[in-house]
């Protein structure tokens, strides 16, 4: 069952708007628009029960719901395309390759939300991306779909691009908006939520690429029966993306539901040079890390969620028995000590202490009291932050230190 | 049902509230008196949930919501202060010291060394090793004490900035800052100047002006607002950083510009060490300019202060008691006729100085020869802004009005408070224009603005005029050779908004003042506001003028501003006074001081005429510091500064405040009036036994309308009421002097307007010499590409009546071939604007 790579997995699918159309693309819209009515699309797409692909798996339909009745200002959609989780590559190829599906998500849910602008907010370093998206969003303004009255229906729509200046914190929705409206991307204080007060202060809702791409979809076969499609709770097909330590890297398709083991040595062809495996972590690389003996766990939001850590981005970095943990969390440390915005004290002074406290364990320099300084630091930044960047840059840091502690006395004895 | 609509019920730590709907848990709280700590959190600014430190324990709400950010709710159950939260709190502390060279605040040596300073580890017994100019008042301090932290699990990470001391009044040591964000915030919301901003990311993040650049560069006011919210040593007074606490405070009004804003004096041991803003609604809301801030201390405590009065015999100094000047006074002036008597005094001294100080010349010296040098100041244009001051508006008028026309006007370091409330007029939708012919700050605001070629202002305003005039009128026959099409299509867009605006303002700075031409400038002013019956508000640069006219201290002017020609006039004062004073007649006055006949006697009172001494005989010098060595005074009696005197003032608007005394004057230094009435009582002469301001007050408040009660002054903004005009000579220049091919360049002149009792503020106030630059010449950046000049080159400018040496800055806002120069109070070129040719010297 394929919903986002079905085109994509085409050989000599181009991604152009004739492919597109060729595919069947742009049937939703024209049935979205000209059948049914905003209020009935918010409807299937509740059916659906589709969860925001970004990483915090929010209901996309019970979101869009948030928009203030017969509110007087503009509403936004905004994509958000600040992919920068590290592990995570999935919405680029859905930008690179089959851009228009993307804008008919767009699309239909701009129509959905009652909103005639939307802004497509791009990661800085997406450069053929942002050039990708400008050529679709022009192919499809001269088809009729982007514009002033799309298919004869009186309602229009403009989309933007907006390309980021490299922050991974503007993936958070609030520092993207800030950022969007020409600020310093800092989160915002909520609430209000952006659907009450977003972009320019006005009702906005941020979806995710991969999540704007289901949207098609969900038209044109309807909610109940993408909600057929994976397991309760976690409906639709979901993009993994592999890396690490695997023989068969890249980005796959399935239903939500399906086991890691499954995804690592079935689809991803087990582990490189036959080795064993030592960690997986399952959702990016702000999301706590499996040990070995946990990966016959179900890739789904709730399933992760039990066992203590979560789906997140479903960016899966597998790591083998050459690897060590100090290592590991030193990358994660300094990737999120280089990336905090700075704004609130637990993370800025937390996460620089996190690394520098793991620089020097693994330089052999490392106290006993060290690895419960880390764990301490842990606690004191999560849940104590403005944004959820403090738990993304805690809990990976307290799972490799509770599942891998002997990696961390190995440096300090 | 009020209380449905405006309160709700919350319970904080088990006492039952009933709160405003809307406030946030943290003022909820404060409210009650229930603390919870915070730093970053300030009562004038938004939210910002960075420090972390009012977390709290709410139920039903996941995790720690923070107590500044979280709106009462209904019901809400709060726990500020739970073992887990205290817990919390002293973690996220230790992450904020671990950062914070704080030192002096975990040391277990710390009450010793504040009582003895034993530990001499970091700098000098000065400061002892508590060397943070915030020692006693840091909110951190504070809040270490109240948490019990005394120790931290992380070493201190010292960040190495270089504490930036390069801007003038303030240093930033930018390791002591906790990232509260509050100075950002201040500058964001209240002053809306932008100047302040967060640069880089994470534990890289540091305040400053974006890209690295200087205050100076970085457009900042120096209004010192981040300065009075930070809760560390980070940002500091240059002045008063080691003053520590002030151990009182006195409110009082600023003598600096006509503004008048009200000003906290900050006291410890009889000496002034700042000044703050006072909250007050009327003038000032709680905002001061680089001078009210900055300057207050500085300007009244330098060393060179006069205490002992001097005269000067056979060409020596010698230091005599007040008595003996009193005396000597007395006896020239007894021996000295009416006409051979002249008197200046400031339009910087109280109403109470300048009441007496025409008292005294009328009555003691029977004499109608006093005057202010404002009458030099603001020359044959006098009378034209004394006719703006009739029709003054208050201040808060520009809270109403739609659009704001602002001529010659610029807000950056004097009446900043002014350019605040335009930026705030602007954010709720007014349109500002502006007309003035040099660079200025309000362009960034401004919807239009006109910077006319110097001698082009008139026209531009009369076709504004005309252009608005009620009845219609023949097309406009504003014409210009360079710019008619778009420029005259322009001013038909302004007129048009001006006509349909409702309640415009204008606001009328100093620019144009001294320009030959601003007797027409400013008429065309009053006309056009006529025709759009906009409120007009002249912004005087002399804080008491209103005062000096209202006083009388003009020969022209009686007390209440009647004109001193009425004979009735006279008589009732007689009345009044029950003395003798003089039928008018006077040929003197402040214009004709270096150039008239040889006096006897003059008294100079807080003023210092330019150049050197006049032609006198006798020269009493009264001010607060000594006079230029030229002047060679035969008399020196030390004053009291405003700081040290009660008293009123009149600001622009037409405001009675209060001035207080906030501290003893050095020495045997007195206020004006005291010294005048002691000396009228030496004479002899009756009617000067007061023994307080309030007594010269109430005599005032008898003969003028509106004054009110000493403790209690109407502080009613009242337009200026007073007959008669001043004589001006009217040597309106010829209007011939344009540029052509032998002096190709127009210059316009500028008068520094930033003083105090006839002295710069620059020569006593080290801060302000960065900011007001006189001397410099201003030159389009193609016109100094063409004569080979570049900026700082010293520049040889040549009329045909002068040759003069100034240094170069290049401006790209001057336009194209005209120049601009600020020179001292009393220098001048002849014309204004005054053709001239330029190059660089040596060359």
């Not at chain 2, 008691?321 to 000295?336: Q, R």
């Not at chain 2, 040597?731 to 002295?759: C, I, M, N, Q, W």
């Not at chain 2, 002068?802 to 806002?813: R, Y």
Request: proline share 5%; charged share 25%; aromatic share 8%.
């Amino acid at each position: 069952m394929k919903i986002l790579l079905k085109n994509i997995e085409e050989p000599d699918y181009t991604g152009s708007i004739q492919d597109y159309r060729r595919k069947g693309g742009y049937t939703a819209v024209s049935k979205a628009i000209k059948e049914m009515t905003p209020e009935e699309i918010v409807e299937e797409v509740k059916k659906s029960g589709i969860r925001g692909r970004g990483g915090a798996g929010f209901p996309t339909g019970v979101k869009w719901g948030f928009i203030p009745k017969n509110t007087d200002k503009p509403i936004y959609l905004i994509c958000n395309a600040d992919e920068g989780e590290p592990g995570t590559f999935k919405d680029r190829i859905i930008i690179e390759r089959d851009p228009h599906l993307l804008l008919e998500g767009i699309i239909i849910t701009s129509y959905a939300i009652k909103s005639h602008q939307a802004y497509l907010y791009i990661r800085g370093e997406f450069v053929y991306g942002a050039n990708r998206l400008n050529s679709a969003i022009r192919e499809a303004a001269e088809a009729g779909y982007i514009g002033k009255d799309i298919l004869g229906s009186g309602y229009n729509l403009d989309v933007q691009i907006h390309r980021g200046a490299g922050g991974y914190i503007c993936g958070e929705e609030t520092a993207l908006l800030e950022s969007l409206e020409g600020k310093r991307g800092w989160p915002r204080i909520k609430p209000p939520f952006p659907a009450a007060e977003g972009a320019f202060r006005c009702p906005t809702i941020v979806n995710n690429v991969e999540t704007l791409a289901n949207i098609p979809f969900i038209i044109n076969n309807g909610g109940e029966s993408y909600a057929e499609i994976g397991v309760k709770n976690s409906t639709g097909t979901k993009l993994f993306c592999l890396s690490g330590h695997i023989n068969k890297p890249g980005i796959y398709e399935f239903p939500l539901g399906i086991s890691l083991r499954s995804l690592i040595y079935e689809h991803g062809g087990g582990i490189k040079n036959n080795n064993k495996l030592k960690g997986v972590i399952p959702g990016g690389s702000s999301m706590p890390v499996l040990a070995s003996d946990e990966i016959d766990v179900s890739m789904d939001f709730d399933s992760l969620a039990n066992i203590g850590s979560a789906l997140g981005s479903a960016g899966v970095i597998v790591m083998d028995e050459t690897v060590d943990m100090v290592d590991v969390s030193l990358n994660v440390a300094k990737f999120y000590a280089h990336e905090s915005c700075g704004q609130c004290t637990p993370c800025r002074e937390g996460m620089p202490w996190m690394r520098d406290i793991i620089s020097r364990i693994k330089d052999g320099k490392g106290k006993k009291e060290d690895i419960d300084t880390l764990l301490d630091i842990t606690y004191n930044v999560e849940g104590k932050t403005i944004c959820p960047f403090g738990e993304a840059g805690a809990w990976p840091i307290r799972a490799f230190v509770n599942k891998f502690r002997e990696d961390f006395e190995k440096h300090i004895n | 049902m009020s209380k449905e609509n405006k309160t709700v019920t919350i319970n904080i730590d088990d006492q039952i509230l009933e709160v405003e709907k809307g406030l946030t848990i943290l003022r909820a709280a404060e409210q009650n008196n229930i603390y919870i700590p915070a730093l970053c959190s300030h009562k004038n600014l938004t939210p910002f949930g960075g420090c972390r430190m009012c977390i709290v324990e709410v139920e039903g709400m996941s995790g720690f919501p923070t107590a500044c950010t979280t709106p009462v709710e209904e019901g809400m159950v709060i726990k500020t202060h739970t073992a887990q939260v205290q817990a919390s709190r002293v973690e996220i502390l230790q992450l904020i010291l671990s950062e914070h060279t704080s030192s002096c605040l975990i040391c277990e040596e710390k009450d010793e060394c504040k009582e003895y300073m034993g530990t001499i580890r970091k700098a000098g017994v000065t400061t002892g090793c508590r060397y943070c100019p915030k020692d006693g008042q840091c909110e951190l301090q504070d809040l270490v004490e109240k948490l019990g932290v005394k120790e931290i699990n992380y070493p201190i990470y010292y960040r190495n900035l270089r504490v930036e001391k390069d801007d003038p009044f303030y240093d930033r040591d930018y390791n002591l800052c906790i990232l509260c964000g509050r100075c950002i915030r201040v500058c964001q919301e209240i002053r809306i100047a932008n100047t302040l901003a967060f640069k880089q990311r994470g534990p890289k993040t540091v305040v400053g002006p974006a890209y690295d650049r200087t205050h100076i560069d970085a457009g900042c006011e120096f209004c010192g607002a981040c300065v009075s919210v930070c809760p560390t040593g980070a940002l500091s007074e240059k002045v008063s950083k080691w003053e520590g606490k002030a151990e009182r405070e006195e409110l009082t009004t600023c003598p600096l510009c006509g503004v008048g804003c009200q000003i906290r004096l900050l006291i410890k041991k009889n000496e002034i060490i700042g000044s703050l803003p006072a909250e007050d609604p009327l003038v000032n809301n709680g905002q001061l300019c680089v001078k009210g801030r900055f300057c207050v201390a500085e300007l009244v405590n330098n060393y060179q202060r006069l205490r002992k009065p001097y005269k000067t015999q056979n060409g020596t100094k010698v230091e005599i008691f007040l008595e003996e000047a009193v005396e000597l006074s007395a006896e020239k002036l007894s021996a000295c006729s009416p006409e051979q008597f002249g008197m200046l005094v400031s339009p910087n001294c109280s109403n109470e100085d300048l009441y007496i100080a025409q008292k005294f010349a009328r009555v003691a010296v029977g004499s109608h020869n006093i005057d202010t040098t404002a009458r030099t100041f603001y020359g044959t244009g006098f009378n034209a802004f004394l006719n703006l001051m009739r029709m003054a508006v208050p201040l808060s008028d520009v809270l109403k009005a739609s659009i704001i026309l602002c001529i010659g006007l610029d807000t950056r370091f004097g009446r900043s408070v002014v350019g605040v409330e335009l930026r705030k007029a602007v954010e709720r939708g007014a349109k500002i224009i502006t007309i003035n012919p040099r660079h200025h700050n309000l362009t960034m605001i401004a919807e239009k603005e006109f910077q006319p070629v110097p001698k082009m202002e008139v026209n531009l305003l009369n076709s504004l005029v005309m252009l608005t005039e009620k009845k219609k009128t023949p097309t406009s026959q504003f014409r210009s050779k360079r710019t008619t099409g778009s420029l005259s299509g322009e001013l038909s867009t302004v007129a048009k908004m001006l006509k349909e605006a409702s309640a415009p303002v204008f606001l009328v700075g100093s620019e144009f003042l001294q320009y030959d031409e601003s007797p027409q400038i400013l008429e065309a002013v009053e006309k056009l506001a006529r025709n759009v019956s906009a409120g007009i508000l002249p912004l005087p640069v002399q804080n008491n003028l209103f005062g000096s006219v209202l006083m009388g201290v003009y020969p022209e002017f009686l007390p209440g501003g009647f004109s001193s020609t009425g004979k009735e006039r006279i008589d009732n004062l007689r009345k009044r006074w029950s003395a003798d004073v003089p039928n008018f007649s006077s040929q003197w006055n402040a214009e004709t001081l270096s150039s008239g006949s040889r006096m006897k006697v003059l008294y100079f009172i807080g003023e210092v005429p330019p150049n050197s001494r006049p032609p006198s005989d006798f020269l009493i010098f009264q001010n607060i510091y000594p006079p230029d060595i030229s002047y060679e005074p035969d008399l020196v009696i030390p004053s009291a500064a405003f700081t040290e005197m009660d008293g009123t003032f009149i600001n622009g608007e037409g405001r009675i405040q209060r001035v207080r005394k906030a501290v003893d004057p050095p020495g045997e230094a007195l206020p004006d009036w005291e010294i005048l009435c002691r000396i009228a009582q030496k004479m002899g002469i009756k009617g000067f036994d007061f023994s307080n301001a309030r007594e010269i007050y109430e005599e005032i408040s008898s003969l003028i309308k509106g004054f009110g009660d000493f403790d209690n002054t109407k502080r009613k903004a009242n337009p200026m009421i007073c007959e008669g005009e001043l004589n001006i000579p009217e040597t309106r220049p010829s209007r011939t002097k344009k540029a052509d091919k032998k002096f190709p360049f127009l210059l316009s002149v500028s008068v520094g307007e930033h003083t105090y009792r006839g002295f710069p503020l620059s020569t006593w106030v080290e801060g302000l010499k960065k900011l007001f630059t006189e001397g410099i010449i201003d030159i389009n950046p193609e016109d100094a590409r063409k004569t080979g000049i570049s900026r700082s080159d010293e520049v040889i400018v040549t009329s045909a009546y002068f040759e003069k040496i100034w240094s170069a800055n290049i401006l790209s806002e001057q336009t194209q071939g005209t120049l601009h120069v600020t020179l001292p109070q009393g220098e001048s070129i002849g014309n204004n604007p005054h053709p001239v040719k330029i190059r660089k010297k040596d060359v």
